[in-house]
């Protein structure tokens, strides 16, 4: 690890003030993914501001059916809410799978939308659930936030305080774990509201980072079943290939997983 | 037994300090003045290296020195060599290409070491490591061993053309075609194993002291062997003669094979600790472990075996590429040849075999020796084979070795080794009843009624432990000999510390070497000592791998206590005025059998030292030291059975249960026996699901350098283990103890693929059997 300075932020617009003073200043909140980076040698920030301590960014609050999680909270947190459990329990069940006990209790949600890896689970969530992400300075919706393998809409220096979303009718996530890192391989995130709006989001197996497939959303629309998904294909042609698994096995995946969550929804 | 003698189940001395962190490991070692290291490696798989310019390095704060290849040259450093000399079929020496512990001209492989620096602190070292400039000319690359025997492909040594290092051959080749030709049915199969990273919990590391006031080095190093260590470091590598080199391997966080090898880093910091008059630490780092420790495997085999119209096996031929990597490690050669092919028997009767062996330079991490170390290759061939065969004749896969099973002892086979003792019939029964073979029908229908796909498999193997007697692996090529040795010194209030050549890096030693002098003296084994690991204290001995602990290092230590014994039993009888030969040693008394005369264990010790009142003519003390060199090899076998769960939809494998009957002779500890049963089962088992090295085949480079992407075993991945053991004592050595360390490893990967073979309908599969083979086999056609 190169030398940096560490800071600690008392509040949201502390956080702000001491990452635009700091020259390549990073934001680290559960450091589960910035840390590591860090010993290898592979980022370098001359300085962290560290966002876990500030009381807005934390915690989990429900009014009627919206839900808001703030982006410090920890997959924990987020796993062993009862409220959160009795409104959308597929959320509950995502973060009880992120890793292990410990990256449970240090790693956070805003950390891992930020950081947008294409494997983790939280995306899906958002994307699915058509949250809304809250930052220092405005609200991205789910479908602008996540642009790309790592990338998202953040602006240089921009915060993420908070996620909100409704809580929908049924949720299911299923996720395919890598045998390695056991981040998803492929996880499928399915959604259907009351009005019967379907929305699928898939992590883990695109080549541009999280997506929704329309053909599972319009299979699902139609009869909200897993038998549903009998008909439906998967195109592998935008779907990664690496050592674990071909974008062919991938496409078979987010079939299977997409059944098996809507199975799973069905049950809640 | 005793309740702490031979064949209790005595927990573990050691898991004290183990579990509550008290354990003293190299990285554990400070010395005043210690500096730490960090070394500089190849980012390409081939390069020459045109120049190297640590100006800027020299100049960071808190560096020390840095040093490259030329100045270890310059110093008359040795090349890294393999110390089994194989010959080929025609005759010819192995080709052994120059390895030297820092490159100087050429890397050969990404991790290949050029350069050491030292600092103050590693964070330094590692800031000026950034700042040393080498510049590299790329060369083209091969990674993969059978297209590195191909006509031009890129050439790795001078020494070895088409990268070939020998190409050897056991057995009778005419007889086997023969056999062949006559067979009544032939089984072809092309059998893959998988390259694996050892991934020892603590990494390699090494501490290099150099005191100039006697002109003597120590040498704290994660040695599986610290005295083969001293031997090869001082005779081949010219660091400084043995009495000049004192090497100490603490408590070492397990080997798997991989800490055997002498490595460039325990060189380079003794010879740099001297070139900057500084103690020089290295650690590695868990990147580094997977890029540098030796790798293990790595074979492609083509297979025939013949049978004649009654099912027997007739003949069985074999035709092995290995790959050993970049260089030859220390005991590279062996594997693929004497460990492995000499194996290819099994439990069978096979009256011809013929086995052609190529190993072969590419640009990968040297591979050598890893848990099972030749006998899982030959194990996994050959146990995959007669599945298919047993397949292919219609004879269910028991029937098929009940068939052809070996029952009378001592057996020759046709490829060097002569088994002594075995019943492979009570080991197959003792699994088939443990898994309710029978009843397997019945719980496939259930799991087809839930759409699954069940599957069973066995594997019935045999492996040979302490590698010997040492005149003849001399014979065959070994640079060392492969005895073992053992001092007993009673102190004089009677606690005994028992001195052994042997060292544990995980196997339970200091628990059960004390287990033995309990079981003989009748003390308690916390009054017992197990001294290991340091040149200094043990005069020499040859180490731990190969599961020689027991058969070779336990045996040793029996013949020493022959000796206290006997001394022992001479003071008593001189003590109590009685016949030496009426001393019986009981619960800690010596006794004059049939009287009520006894003289305690500490008092006759303390005679000993006093010295007031000995036979005439004893020296004074009680200390006695042995060397024991076996007459054989040991020869564990088994049957292991798994049964799996194939998901069609996703391609997962669920091992449902997994049985292991094992015969490992007399047991001194059922407990330690289970552990190694189990982490070894856990081992193979990741071979075959989960565990494989993947080097980018167009540039070298190493994709499984981390746990994200290197699939380790997990306890969620594995069942609850069914072990059991029926035994037949080793008749070759005092103890008749065969071993049990690495039979988990060769016995299980068969089992579990012909269990995913039979689940799926497709016997074409290769490890790691990964969601998506497994998938792309149960919907592809046989
Ligand atoms: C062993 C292990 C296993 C894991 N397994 C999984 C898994 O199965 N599934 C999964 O999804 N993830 C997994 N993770 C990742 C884990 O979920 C991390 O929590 C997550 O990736 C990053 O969250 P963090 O809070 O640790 O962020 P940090 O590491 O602190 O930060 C990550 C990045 O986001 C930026 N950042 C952090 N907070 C904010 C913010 N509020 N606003 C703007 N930018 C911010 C940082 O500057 C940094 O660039 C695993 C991690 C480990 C170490």
Redesign the interface.
Known sequence: ??ETHYHRASSIQDAVKLRQAAGEGKYLSGGMTLIPTMK??LAAPSDLVDVRQVPEMKGISVSGRTVRIGAATTHFDVASSSELAALCPAISGLASHIGDPHVRHMGTIGGSIANNDPAADYPSAMLALDATIITDRREIAAGDFFTGLFETALEDGELVTAVTFEAPAKAGYQK?AN???R?AMTGVFVVRRDNGDVRVAVTGAGSNGVFRHEGIEAALSAQWSPDALANVTVDPSDLLSD????AT?RA??VK?MAKRAVAAARAD | MGVEGIGARVARKEDKRFLTGKGRYTDDMSVPGMKYAIFVRSPYAHAKIRSIDAAAAKAMPGVIGVLDGKQLLADGIGNLICGWMIHSKDGSPMKMGAWRPLAHETVRYVGDAVAIVVADSV?EA??AA?AVVVDYEELPVVTDATKALEQGQPQLHPEAPNNLIFDWQIGDPAATDKAIAAAAHVTEITIHNNRLSPNPMEPRATLGIYDGGDDHYTCYTTSQNPHVARLVMSAFYNVAPENKLRVIAPDVGGGFGSKIYIYPEEIVCLWASKRTGVPVKWTSDR?EAFLTDAHGRDHLSKVKMAFDANNRIIGLKVDTVANLGAYMSLFSSAVPTYLYATLLSGQYDIPAIHANVRTVYTNTAPVDAYRGAGRPEATYLLERTMETAARELGVSPAELRRINFIRTFPHQTPVIMNYDAGDYDASLDAAMKAADWNGFAARKAEAAGRGMKRGIGMSCYIEACGIAPSAAVGSLGAGVGLWESAEVRVNAVGTIEVLTGSHSHGQGHETTFAQLVADRFGVPIDSVNIVHGDTDKVQMGMGTYGSRSGAVGMSAVVKALDKVEAKAKKIAAHLMEADESDIVIENGELKVAGTDKTVPWFQMALAAYTAHNLPPGMEPGLKEGAFYDPANFTFPAGCYICEVEVDP???VTKIIQFVAADDFGNIINPMIVEGQVHGGLAQGIGQA??ENV?YDPENGQL??AS??????PRADDLPSFKVSTSNTPCPNNPLGIKGCGEAGAIGSPPALINAITDAIGNNRLTMPA???KV??AAHAAN
């Open positions: 690890m190169y290898q040698r395919f045998p390695a890192s981040y050592i674990h698994a071909d096995y078979n995946l299977v | 964070a590692k800031d950034e990147t939809e996703t391609g699901l989960l993947h994709l499984t746990y994200m992407d290197y699939a380790m990964t969601p998506q998938w792309a």
